[in-house]
């Protein structure tokens, strides 16, 4: 099991014993984490809220089939996040592939000053996207899944995923570039 966190496996063993109070103490560990993956995926507090709750409670139903082969936070997310591509199925917010046509103006010519970006505004920008770009470059980059676990999760093919990464980057920076340039023109 997760022998980098005793404590984490102390409330595991617990919690398989219907131990409330060891689930409450694992909710408190992973609560915040959990609801970040489901808002970052479904844009809505609400909902974000609903699903976390939604998969906590399946994490305490299923827990005897938790193996200890990833960590618990680990395969707690997988559940959030397979919750949520589910509501956004279910919301008709999501479609399989939309391809969004993106100029070539310069983009990979042109060179983005990483110091100036303020994190804050990479992550609105980043959510301001539509939703494929913003589902796969938030599994790739903030949640930290490679093409073929995006491939898996999504049930895309590998190349689907590549492509869909690299147009998302490209708008992104296209983005970025765009408000960069107007902040450098009117001022800070």
Known sequence: METSQPHITNLIKRCKKSD?????????AYYQAMYNT???????????EDIMQEAFLTAFTKLHTFKGEVTFGAWLKRI???????QLKKNNRYQ??????????????????????????????????????RLVLTLNL?????????AQILNYTNENVRTTVSRAKKKLKQILLTESIKTQAYGR
């Open 38 to 48: 489901a808002h970052r995926i479904l844009k809505d507090n609400f909902e974000a």
């Open 96 to 133: 399989e592939v939309k391809m969004e046509v993106i100029t070539n103006d310069k983009i990979t010519d042109e060179v983005i000053d990483y110091k100036g970006l303020n994190p804050k505004n990479v992550l609105n920008t980043l959510q301001s996207l539509k939703d494929n770009y």
């Open 80 to 86: 959030v996040i397979n919750k949520s591509l589910t």
């Open 20 to 28: 409330k109070n060891a689930q409450l103490d694992l909710y408190k």
């Open 142 to 150: 903030i949640e930290g899944y490679d093409y073929e676990e995006i």
